[in-house]
């Protein structure tokens, strides 16, 4: 596990920038914070399906 | 002829045509010309100048942090050519990242100890993202109304007596004057 642990900081790196990017187009916090975790549920589930995908792959195929 | 191109030549050159570019401008895209290049030196910076100072510390706050993390994980030290040639290219983002570049000079990063080795990358990711956001950053002070920004002016110029002064009462239509009817 500690092989991949810097898997982990793709969490941080990835809010600041959604977060940042949100905070340029809007001025209301709330719809900032929204927007922001909803994009990161977005990319974080592309980044486990396609982990996932990969592995499936190269374990089977 | 021979040519010869220093950064320091390059810098004087930009900041003048800065300068000269800013001098032309209208009076409330001026102070978004200055913003714009006090967001490049402190990231925030921009936007408090144009009154977002919510915004601004916002900015700062998570910029800094996020400079801090990479630089604590990279042992403190700046992105190095050697290390990361477009990390070491995005760190430019920022003048302040980039001063401190220049201070610390070509020192190489060294990962913390007690870390995973496999850390060190994604530390030098985060120096150069800084840089990076605040290019962002500065592009959305561009988009700040210029209504707004001469709101801000209007505030700062307005003297405290005429901001102080009462409302005016709305105007009330004039009664009908009654005409006079003439003896047959």
Redo the contacts between chains.
Sequence with gaps: M?????LF?FF??VL??L???E???S?DPKSIVKRAAANLGVLTAVLVLGGAFVYVINRWF | MNFRFSGKAVLIVLGALFILVSLFMKKGERIKGVAFFLAWLVPGAGHVLLGKWKKGLFFFLILGATYAFGMWIAGFRPVSFDDNPFYFVGQFGSGATLLIAKLRGAEKAIIRDGLNPSWFDPGLLYVCVVGLLNLVVMMSILDVKPAEVAVTEADVLRPAAAASAPPMAPAVPAAPVPVPEKPA
């Design positions: 500690s092989g991949v642990s810097y900081l941080p790196i600041v920038i977060l940042v990017l905070a340029c187009r001025d």
